[in-house]
């Protein structure tokens, strides 16, 4: 009877952790991938400065990314490091977008400022 109670007790204790688990381990997660998209979106509006200011200097924006330059520009997503895509329509209009869904930023907005 003694070990039945003690057996009891513990799978009492083993639900509570797991319970407690279930509960934290998803708002951890969603925490991590909302960090990430900021991330994401901080490169994204880095890009947009160096464009303007590659504009400034020539006069239209750059048909590639590797043509802009700056300190803080990183050209991929935090999430798996794949690569930003560029779509130059003209040498007036971009768009760079985030292969994971983040977002994208053109010579007019940023997606994410569509939403608010
Ligand atoms: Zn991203």
């Known amino acids: 009877m003694l070990r039945w109670a003690v057996v009891r007790k513990l799978l009492i204790v083993a639900l509570s952790?797991?319970?407690?688990?279930?509960?934290?381990?998803?708002?951890?997660?969603?925490?991590?991938?909302?960090q990430t998209q900021q991330t994401c979106r901080r490169r994204l509006e880095q890009i947009v400065k160096a464009q303007e200011r590659y504009f400034a200097q020539h006069g239209?924006?750059?048909?590639?990314?590797?043509?802009?330059?700056?300190?803080?520009?990183?050209?991929?997503?935090?999430?798996?490091d794949s690569?930003?895509?560029l779509q130059a329509a003209d040498s007036l209009h971009y768009k760079v977008s985030c292969p994971n869904g983040h977002g994208w930023v053109s010579n007019e907005t940023a997606s994410w400022k569509l939403e608010e």
Not at 25 to 31: A, F, Q, T
């Open 17 to 34: 952790a797991a319970l407690v688990a279930a509960i934290v381990v998803p708002g951890y997660k969603i925490e991590k991938q909302q």
């Open 60 to 80: 239209k924006y750059a048909s590639e990314l590797t043509e802009l330059i700056g300190d803080s520009l990183n050209f991929t997503c935090p999430q798996n």
């Open 83 to 85: 690569p930003f895509v």
